[in-house]
């Protein structure tokens, strides 16, 4: 199975860069295995397939499956940074800060909630 992703596709750069969902979702709905690929065509272009990075996303609990992939806030941590290099330098400007407010937001988001799984003692479980 495989579902091609488009919504960061804007301009020629991210249109280059195939990125394709591999598995069908899980428990909860989400999917785990995902792969950005360099895929350009067209004219002045090389014909190009080259596989950039295969991402690979927690698949099922830990207690029960220990750890096997990323999580969202791994991720998140990744682009965090790199925003934060581009505001401390020459391309610093307004909508990367508010880009990096909204991924500093969604990371308190996804903390609080496991604080919260915590405080229940169900993190690490399929326990809504």
């Known amino acids: 199975m495989s ?9 020629g750069l991210n249109e280059a ?4 969902v591999l598995d069908e979702p899980g428990h909860g709905g989400a999917c ?4 950005i690929r360099r ?3 067209g004219p002045g272009f090389m014909h190009d397939d080259v596989e950039l990075c295969s991402i690979q996303f927690q698949n099922g609990p830990i207690k029960e499956h ?3 992939g990323i999580s969202n ?11 934060e290099c ?17 991924v500093v937001s969604a990371m308190v988001a996804l903390a609080s909630r496991t604080r919260e799984r915590v ?9 809504k």
């Open 3 to 11: 579902r091609r992703i488009q919504t960061h596709e804007v301009n």
């Open 17 to 20: 860069l195939l990125v394709a």
């Open 32 to 35: 785990h295995h995902y792969q």
């Open 39 to 41: 895929w350009e065509r």
């Open 66 to 68: 220990g750890v096997n």
């Open 73 to 83: 806030e791994a991720l998140l941590a990744i682009v965090r940074d790199r925003l």
């Open 86 to 102: 581009f505001q401390a330098g020459e391309y610093a400007c307004g909508t990367n800060e508010q880009a990096l407010n909204h």
């Open 119 to 127: 405080e229940r003692g169900v993190e690490g479980t399929h326990v």
